[in-house]
């Protein structure tokens, strides 16, 4: 349901109090004086704390820094007045006793008067004693069709031509953004370019990133990995490489379903990380990384809004990659965690989320541990698959040795002998086989040489690899793996 389709509503309904959660305030009381205004002939007065009541003569200044008689107001005017107060951050001073009792008096007259109290601000957090009585709507930062009317109006006042493709590009990069910051932004690119042309996208991203560091739990990476330079895991290519076009109008034009998330439970080493970068790398999406560590604040309700949070910043940006993790580590032994229920309450939030979202927020998360994932996260629903990443095979430790030699020394790479680095290389990961020539690299660097196959040999001699340290865990996660409720990412793993 659109917003203004909401709000009339609500407002037929005589709903006594409104809170309407976002950053534009400008923008909201624009959209409500040019439809609710007209649709419903009602009279508007807009509070704020320092220049009290506004764009009315008759109350010019009223209630100025005095939040409780601004309330003073709603009671003064006729039963058969129909109006509508913007009471602007009044969220602020909900927790003050005299106010939350007003407030409840007035509501008992709102609702057999034409009279409706909205409420402007952001961080939806009302008192318990309050929740019946204040209804709850989210003004949604703008839509493609408003961002492309913006654009249109700021290039026909340049006078300047764009290209289609450059124009949708720059439709999509100003996503998540809201219409005085995308001015913004223009502005800035106008007066550093003195056009609109590629570079535009930069500057674009870059508020982005901006936006994305002040939430403190997500960050935003610059993916350039690519799919062909992880080696092995076949199978979670090719599963890959059928949903690139997904996110696209076509997909949608046809019917498909935008593809949920992704959930890679493997050895250390194996690739999850570098599967989450190289998917928004080979995608074009922007790439967030949850920070879970985060994510749980110490004061009590700070875990849920900073998860409601993400769950916003990651929804306006999309189409996107959320990339979690070692998501196990952030919901190990949920039940004896004494925390007063935070993290059940986290946990059921975000599961209901990956169930029930809508907006094309592509989830990428990582495990290394599946005992310690709880049941309703591995369950058929929250996400599309769920790959295992076992040990590299033979074939696939011969690729992983030519990626990361090819990529050192991209004139030389021929001149290995690869069969004898497969030979010494049984139960090594992709990070420890990279970790290996980086080794031999130094070593032979410290004699004013090249390094060799020989050196990389003596590395893989001296480094022990974790599937031995943790033998057990790794068997355990292999026998897990085929007992064939989770899908292996490569075509000939499991040899054990």
């Avoid at 930069?202 to 403190?216: C, H, M, P, V």
């Avoid at 498909?256 to 970068?277: E, N």
């Avoid at 022990?464 to 007992?483: G, H, R, Y």
Wanted: with cysteine; charged share 25%.
């Amino acid at each position: 349901m659109k917003f203004t389709d909401e709000l009339t509503l609500l407002l037929k309904a005589r709903y006594p109090i409104i809170f309407i959660n976002t950053i534009e305030e400008d923008r909201v009381e624009y959209v409500i004086r040019k439809y609710i205004k007209t649709n419903l002939n009602r009279s508007i007065y807009s509070w704020d704390f320092v220049d009290g009541y506004t764009n009315n003569p008759n109350n010019e200044g009223f209630a100025k820094r005095n939040p409780l008689q601004a309330l003073e107001l709603v009671e003064k005017l006729t039963a058969e007045t129909p109006a509508i107060f913007l009471l602007k951050d009044y969220n602020r001073f909900l927790t003050d006793v005299s106010i939350s009792r007003k407030l409840k008096n007035i509501g008992r007259i709102l609702k057999l008067q034409p009279k409706t109290i909205i409420i402007i601000g952001f961080d939806y957090n009302v008192p318990k004693e309050l929740q019946d009585l204040i209804t709850f709507i989210k003004f949604q930062l703008p839509v493609t069709n408003e961002i492309k009317q913006e654009l249109t109006r700021l290039i026909n006042s340049l006078n300047i031509e764009v290209e289609t493709e450059l124009f949708e590009n720059l439709a999509q990069a100003c996503q998540g953004l809201s219409l005085e910051r995308i001015r913004r932004v223009l502005s800035k690119i106008i007066a550093t370019h003195k056009t609109i042309n590629e570079y535009s996208i930069d500057i674009l991203l870059n508020e982005k990133k901006q936006i994305i560091s002040q939430t403190e739990i997500l960050e935003y990476w610059s993916a350039k990995e690519k799919i062909n330079n992880i080696g092995g895991v076949d199978n979670l290519k090719q599963w890959l490489k059928k949903r690139k076009t997904s996110f696209g109008i076509q997909a949608s034009n046809y019917g498909l379903p935008t593809p949920r998330g992704l959930l890679l439970v493997g050895i250390q080493g194996t690739g999850k990380s570098l599967t989450a970068k190289a998917i928004a790398s080979e995608w074009q999406l922007p790439l967030l990384k949850l920070d879970v560590g985060k994510l749980f604040g110490g004061i009590v309700g700070e875990s849920e809004s900073r998860l409601r949070q993400m769950i916003e910043v990651s929804e306006t940006l999309s189409p996107c990659i959320l990339w979690i993790d070692e998501i196990d580590k952030a919901f190990s032994n949920i039940e004896s965690k004494g925390d007063s229920g935070t993290s059940n309450r986290v946990l059921a939030t975000f599961i209901s989320w990956l169930s029930e979202k809508t907006k094309p927020v592509f989830v990428v998360a990582t495990a290394n541990n599946v005992d310690l994932l709880p049941l309703e996260i591995i369950r058929k629903g929250r996400f599309d698959e769920i790959f295992f990443l076992d040990l590299p095979q033979k074939q696939e430790r011969e690729q992983i040795f030519k990626i990361h030699i090819k990529e050192f020394r991209p004139n030389k790479w021929q001149d290995f002998d690869y069969d004898k680095l497969v030979l010494l290389s049984e139960s090594f990961s992709g990070a420890e086989i990279k970790q290996s020539i980086i080794e031999a690299m130094y070593h032979a660097f410290y004699e004013q040489r090249e390094f060799t196959t020989e050196d990389i040999c003596l590395a893989l001699n001296e480094l022990i690899p974790l599937a031995q340290l943790e033998s057990n865990q790794t068997l355990k996660l292999q026998n897990w793996a085929s007992s064939g409720r989770i899908r292996l990412a490569s075509s000939n793993s499991l040899s054990i």
